[in-house]
């Protein structure tokens, strides 16, 4: 059946609109609480937990009165991914920081604020497990920076030369092939450089909006698959867009403008899950709508508003190695966890 999607808000994506593992415990809710799709069906989806700052994981009212923190909170968190030892990595447009939610040591921190090279305009992040490396898109010297994930070293940097980028604003890397795909929204395009930071390829069509298959009108987001194929959030032609390795069109995923299931009003986000189904994350309608690869339609989570089964202005989404699902819930300031729990899925 079809359906009207409910419309949330305006987006926020910064310069364009609007200037973890095993044996790690979460917060979990009721029994029953906020799963997708609702009874009698049998749940897909189940909400694990919110994060919006460090009381989440530390006795805060205690370290401030031995006055050793202070309370910290996520003000307009942007991007966000998690590594596989329990750490979950946000950047936050108007804190200007990125920070770092340690559930496996219950720490939270920051990163990329200290020595020489700090973060000015922190964007879109990405993880490399295999490495150890976390990739920050900074707005304001027009760079990719890649850190030690845990020490926060700098470890090289993408786009010295000037006007390798313009707005790059997403980010993400195949460990395996030591390939980092970057997006700019104001280039239109997506570039791929190795770890040297030599230039591979591009995607797109430099610094023209384009409606062809292979043109961007703003490249909001990217993923990649355990293949490595290439999606892009087209966010003002409203479809996913799939590339090949190389950088060649494959197709496109959803079905275009419109407030029906299935449609995108301001498509900002995408992620592809361990069983290779596609995430298409719309601000406008506060929710995410899941595709297969024969571009099925299979569910959508979210409506606008607040608490476990809802959204406000969400900007950014990534799924870890265990299929949880993290968004940048950004008008509510704070970062959503949900579970996918297979194709069988709970009870």
Excluded at 244 to 255: L, M, N, R, T, V
Excluded at 310 to 315: A, D, L
């Amino acid at each position: 059946m079809i359906r009207k999607l409910t419309v949330c808000a305006l987006v926020i994506l910064s310069g364009l609109v609007l200037s973890g593992c095993a044996g790690v415990e979460q917060k979990p809710v009721p029994k029953g609480e906020a799963v997708w799709p609702l009874p009698p069906e049998k749940a897909r989806y189940k909400f694990v937990a919110e994060y919006r700052g460090r009381r989440d994981l530390e006795d805060s009212d205690m370290l401030r009165f031995l006055g050793e923190q202070e309370e910290v909170f996520l003000e307009r968190p942007q991007g966000v991914v998690a590594d596989n030892k329990g750490s979950i990595y946000v950047s936050d447009i108007k804190m200007l920081k990125v920070f770092v939610f340690d559930l496996e040591k219950k720490k939270f921190r920051t990163i990329g604020d200290s020595g020489i090279r700090k973060v000015v305009i922190p964007l879109g992040l990405a993880i490399d497990n295999k490495n150890g490396l976390l990739f920050v898109a900074d707005g304001g010297p027009k760079q990719v920076l890649a850190y030690d994930k845990d020490s926060g070293d700098l470890k090289f940097v993408i786009g010295q030369q000037p006007g390798t980028f313009l707005r790059p604003v997403t980010v993400a890397v195949n460990p395996d092939t030591r390939r980092i795909y970057v997006g700019d929204t104001k280039l239109q395009q997506v570039k791929v450089f190795d770890y040297e930071s030599r230039l591979l390829f591009s995607v797109g069509k430099e610094g023209k909006r384009s409606e062809e298959d292979d043109g961007f009108n703003v490249p909001a987001q990217i993923a990649l698959d355990r293949a490595g194929n290439l999606y892009v959030a087209d966010m003002f032609n409203r479809y996913i867009k799939k590339f090949s390795p190389d950088g060649k069109f494959i197709e496109k995923i959803g079905y275009g403008t419109g407030l029906s299931s299935g449609n995108f009003s301001k498509l900002v986000g995408v992620a592809v899950d361990s069983e290779d189904h596609v995430y298409g994350l719309d601000t406008e309608f506060c929710n995410f709508q899941v595709f297969d690869q024969q571009n099925r339609l299979l569910l959508a989570v979210g409506e606008p508003g607040r608490g476990p089964q809802r959204m406000f202005m969400p900007t950014n989404i990534f799924i870890d190695e265990k299929d949880r699902i993290y968004i940048t819930d950004t008008g509510n300031k704070l970062v959503k966890v949900i579970q996918y729990l297979g194709k069988e899925g709970g009870p």
